[in-house]
């Protein structure tokens, strides 16, 4: 490898933990062109942080000394290099290749495949039905079905009893179909449609076409099937209870990408992006006593694996499911100008589902609605971190 190649790290997610009593990072790609894991020594994030095609080895090179404070060897910055070339997170033409042959099989999948069987969750499916019904045990009593359903999209295990506390209040009448509004954490577009069948260890779960064909005649954009949805689990996750409850019931999927940056700018995103109003009035047109809304969202993002200067705790915590009320009690207002505000004081807790609760907002403003929170909670995700959920329903 020349020492003038200048290498380029492509975006991943970068998480720090512990292995064997040692700082270390966690690297993988959260598009899943590579499914490979990657362990290295903390002390080499700032090697990594300045892999942007501008320094050369020879620049990392003197990047190291600086920062081990002892001699580096070109050898071993080469080394790394090559590692992560291996390992597919390098930017280049052999990931171009590799890019390109894992999107011409998406294209040519007839359904999606789940991306999180086996991690997440049980692929067995005598397994998976006996790990959720352990989770749904935990609800409370049962109460009035919502038609528009909030729950988690965290980790099955971590947010078990808010999964329950959402998916226990939820009955589907025969005949049902569900739109799903999900986090696209990798999305681009302002949101996307699913127009692929689920496939889950318990079965199918159908996409409903004749929706879907609906809505494309009244809506001119709806990015179908955007690589996003491979590996995305905010709806993964969804599908699951919703297969296990209600067997092939037919579903809308969406996903949403950012709205943060309009709303930081104080933009209303209806008004700067033109598509999310043309999305929003196809959907009216179709929405009927058959149609529930379920959505896939988390709530704040908090301390050192999100970015935060400072670990958060459970004072933190506080705060967060505090700001979450907040939010959720502006939405079932009615009042789209207070969802707004509240929107944009969120800003800093780092709200996973904020797109999604913007178009809710929108989609629900002034109809007449009963709002209820199941369950709200803080959970701790990483060191010095947490992520708090919420289960809630609107009825009307």
Not at 125 to 142: D, T, Y
Not at 152 to 170: C, F, G, K, N, V
Not at 344 to 371: H, M, V, Y
Request: glycine share 8%; charged share 25%; hydrophobic share 45%.
């Amino acid at each position: 490898m020349s020492p003038d190649f200048t290498p380029v790290l492509r975006p991943l997610d970068i998480f720090p933990f512990e292995w064997r009593g040692r700082p270390s990072l966690l690297l993988r790609d959260p598009l899943g062109y590579t499914e490979n894991f990657l362990v290295l020594p903390q002390e080499v994030a700032p090697l990594l942080a300045s892999m942007d095609g501008r320094h050369s080895l020879r620049d990392l090179q003197v990047v190291a000394t600086r920062t081990l404070g002892r001699l580096v060897m070109l050898e071993e910055v080469a080394s790394l290099v090559q590692k992560l070339e291996a390992h597919g997170f390098l930017d280049g033409e052999t990931f171009k290749r590799r890019k390109a042959e894992v999107e011409a099989a998406w294209r040519k999948a007839p359904s999606r495949a789940p991306a999180c069987a086996g991690r997440s969750y049980p692929a067995e499916p005598e397994a998976l039905q006996k790990f959720l019904s352990g989770i749904l045990e935990a609800a409370s009593p049962s109460r009035r079905s919502p038609r528009v359903l909030l729950a988690p999209h965290l980790d099955l295990s971590s947010a078990a009893r808010t999964y329950a506390e959402a998916y226990r209040s939820l009955r589907l009448p025969q005949g049902a179909r569900v739109i799903l509004l999900g986090t696209g954490h990798q999305l681009e577009r302002p949101f996307s449609l699913l127009t692929k069948d689920f496939e889950t260890p318990l079965g199918r779960v159908p996409v409903d076409r004749a929706l879907v064909q609906a809505l494309a005649r009244r809506v001119p954009e709806l990015f179908p099937d955007e690589f996003a949805h491979r590996n995305e689990h905010s709806l993964e996750f969804q599908v699951l209870f919703l297969r296990y409850l209600f067997g092939e019931v037919p579903v809308v999927p969406f996903l949403f990408g950012p709205v943060e940056p309009y709303l930081a700018s104080g933009l209303d995103p209806f008004e700067a992006e033109p598509r999310y109003q043309a999305l929003l009035e196809g959907l009216r047109a179709l929405w009927d006593e058959n149609t529930y809304l379920v959505l896939g969202i988390d709530f704040a993002h908090l301390g050192l694996r999100y970015g935060d200067p400072q670990p958060a705790g459970p004072a933190e915590g506080l705060q967060a499911v505090a700001r979450d009320r907040a939010l959720l009690e502006a939405l079932f207002s009615g009042d789209y100008g207070r969802f707004l505000a509240e929107a944009r004081a969120s800003l800093p807790f780092k709200i996973c589902g904020l797109s999604c609760l913007t178009f809710l907002a929108r989609f629900l403003e002034g109809a007449p609605r009963q709002g209820e929170i199941y369950h709200q909670e803080a959970v701790p995700f990483g060191p010095g971190s947490l992520v708090s959920v919420a289960a809630a329903g609107i009825i009307f």
